[in-house]
Nanobody, 120 residues
Framework: VQLQASGGGLVQPGGSLRLSCEAH????????ISWFRQVPGKDREPVSC????????TYVNSVKGRFTISRDNAKNMVYLQMNELKPDDTAVYYC??????????????WGKGTLVTVSS
């Protein structure tokens, strides 16, 4: 089981980025996939999750209305579209999965992170 996050970079406040999470070794259709982020010196924070075998999604309050999580089963990918980015969104972003369908379960597998920097 492997997850690989990509798509991070430097963007100005108000800009957009789309992060991708590619799954290898399993079909992510039936698994919950979460995005977390971490700033140095702080705990890892859950950002968003999409339930397995469902289009049900969850978001942390600070990103509601700005971020959208989605899944492309044909490509075995999950995306995080991030709009109206703010400096507080600066972090390393990780995708993760419990290999179960529920977002309420703690992740068992983590991908390497991708750095998002929001700065002018």
């Amino acid at each position: 089981v492997q997850l690989q996050a990509s798509g991070g970079g430097l963007v100005q406040p108000g800009g957009s980025l789309r992060l991708s999470c590619e799954a290898h070794g399993f079909s992510l259709d039936g698994s919950a996939i979460s995005w977390f982020r971490q700033v140095p010196g702080k705990d890892r924070e859950p950002v968003s999750c999409i339930y397995g075998s469902s289009e049900t999604t969850t978001y942390v309050n600070s990103v509601k209305g700005r971020f959208t999580i989605s899944r492309d089963n044909a490509k075995n990918m999950v995306y995080l579209q991030m709009n109206e980015l703010k400096p507080d969104d600066t972090a390393v972003y990780y995708c993760a999965t419990p290999l179960e369908r529920l977002c309420t379960l703690g992740p068992a597998y983590w991908g390497k992170g991708t750095l998002v920097t929001v700065s002018s």
